[in-house]
């Protein structure tokens, strides 16, 4: 727990209360309102939560500021050069990098938990053709729960441990499930000679018909996407994680809450917005047509992939995943993707526009991710069912971390009341 060695005082008419002020590792101070309701009989007031730090954590830490990230001290560029996804994975759960023995007893387990209980197929059946990939992933992974018992007892550390590396190996192949059933082709089961990245594509874009060779250039640009995805402090989603998790419900169960809240296109849905946006815009030239409505306060309108509750400058991961787009589409043979000429384009503008200056208004990480994924073949349905992939050894990983926290209890926020003072009921007749 956070040091205590300073005091606010707070006033409310004739009283005063002393508040601890908690002190963090970096970043800004903490005020410990535990007791505030009970000693003064009021609530706070944070509706979205922008000045309210629902837990403490030791995973991740953002500097909105400076616009740097890093996970368990690493700065997300390191991780991001010279690391790899189950690399990260190992560091976000366990809290250190991994010796060679650990990485690599790490990946094979891992490895022998990628294949599906051959049973679940069958709730793949029951989704029409053109459901949303999301939609099959909050089912299906809710689902888990019926067929992993021996990984639901949240009160038995070792049955943690078996559920979270169940998820994060079992989440490409269903993501690659609901691509492949949405498109009509057969499931590609998982492989265990390629690498977790290897692996996701081949299931994705394999077929039973003739071989399959897994590009390398463009697994290690999926795996980037993977880590750049992994973690990132009390967003909506990791929030909803520990939520649903502070009930008792099941890891399976938050992990599915975890999905379903990323699925919100202000969200992890973002990033295929921000592409169907992008091909919207079309040219270069209805850029200022699209920036004034993103400015227009009676137009609902937003340029999706920008704007961040906490960085107030880049997004590192978005610096990361443009020097990333401009290799994988030169790789690929077209660099000169109109698209990412237009988010090239309307990046310089947006950021040269007093609007978005004052508002401190960045490209974030859904802004260059789905040019790259839509040049490696994938679908825009699909871009967000890659971010819950990669993002649910996060919410595990924070999930496990409040699990282990001997202060945690059931999250109950308080309201504002603005309804109606106690009335007396009236017979339909009189009223
Ligand atoms: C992710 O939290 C995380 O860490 C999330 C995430 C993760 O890894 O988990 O980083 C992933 O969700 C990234 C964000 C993806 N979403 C988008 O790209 C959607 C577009 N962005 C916006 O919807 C918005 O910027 C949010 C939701 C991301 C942040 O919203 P906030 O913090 O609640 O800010 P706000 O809505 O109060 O906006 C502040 C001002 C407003 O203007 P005023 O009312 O003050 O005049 O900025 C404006 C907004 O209208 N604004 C935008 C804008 N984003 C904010 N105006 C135009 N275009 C935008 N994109």
Not at 30 to 49: C, M, S
Not at 75 to 80: E, M, V, W, Y
Not at 307 to 335: F, I
Request: aromatic share 10%; charged share 20%.
């Amino acid at each position: 727990m956070a040091e205590n060695t300073k005091t606010a005082k707070l006033t409310i008419g004739e009283n005063t209360y002393d508040l601890p002020i908690l002190s963090p590792t970096v970043g800004p101070d903490v005020l410990d309102i535990r007791k505030l309701y009970g000693q003064a009989g009021v609530f706070t007031y944070d509706p979205g939560f922008t000045s309210t730090a629902a837990c403490d954590s030791t995973i991740t830490y953002i500097d909105g500021e400076k616009g740097e990230l890093m996970h368990r001290g690493y700065p997300i560029d390191q991780l991001a050069g010279q690391s790899h996804y189950l690399e990260v994975c190992f560091l976000l759960l366990y809290g250190h990098l991994p010796t060679a023995a650990e990485l690599e007893d790490f990946e094979t387990t891992i490895t022998r938990h990628t294949m599906i209980h051959e049973q679940m197929h069958m709730f793949f059946r029951g989704f029409r053709r053109d459901a949303h990939p999301m939609a099959t992933m909050v089912g299906v992974v809710g689902a888990m729960s019926a067929f992993y018992h021996d990984s639901t007892d949240i009160s038995d550390p070792r049955q943690r441990e078996i559920a979270s590396h169940r998820l994060i190996a079992k989440m490409p192949t269903i993501a690659a499930m609901a691509y492949k059933y949405s498109i009509g082709q057969p499931f590609v089961y998982p492989r265990n000679d390629l690498d977790y990245a290897a692996n996701f594509i081949h299931m994705c874009f394999a077929v039973p018909a003739e071989q399959y060779h897994v590009d390398p250039i463009l697994a290690r640009a999926m795996d980037r996407i993977f880590t750049l995805h992994a973690d990132h402090e009390q967003n909506a989603s990791t929030s909803t994680v520990r939520l649903a998790s502070s009930s008792g419900a099941n890891p399976f169960a938050c992990i599915a809450a975890g999905i379903a809240c990323l699925w919100g296109p202000a969200h992890g849905g973002a990033n295929q917005a921000c592409l169907e946006m992008l091909k919207e815009i079309g040219t270069v030239d209805r850029i200022p047509e699209y920036i004034a409505r993103a400015k227009d306060k009676n137009d609902p309108f937003r340029l999706m992939g920008f704007g961040h509750r906490v960085y107030k400058n880049m997004d590192p991961r978005a610096t990361v995943m443009k020097q990333s787009a401009d290799e994988v589409l030169e790789l690929l043979g077209v660099e000169n993707n109109p698209l990412l000429q237009v988010a090239k384009e309307l990046e310089q503008i947006a950021l040269s526009d007093p609007y978005f200056v004052e508002k401190k208004l960045f490209p974030n990480v859904d802004f260059y991710s789905g040019i790259i994924l839509e040049a490696m073949g994938f679908p825009t349905s699909m871009f967000t069912p890659i971010f819950a992939l990669s993002r649910t050894v996060g919410w595990i990983s924070q999930w496990k971390e409040q699990l282990s926290d001997p202060q945690m209890k059931i999250g109950r926020p308080r309201q504002l009341y603005l309804g109606e003072n106690a009335r007396d009921y009236t017979d339909i007749e009189n009223r």
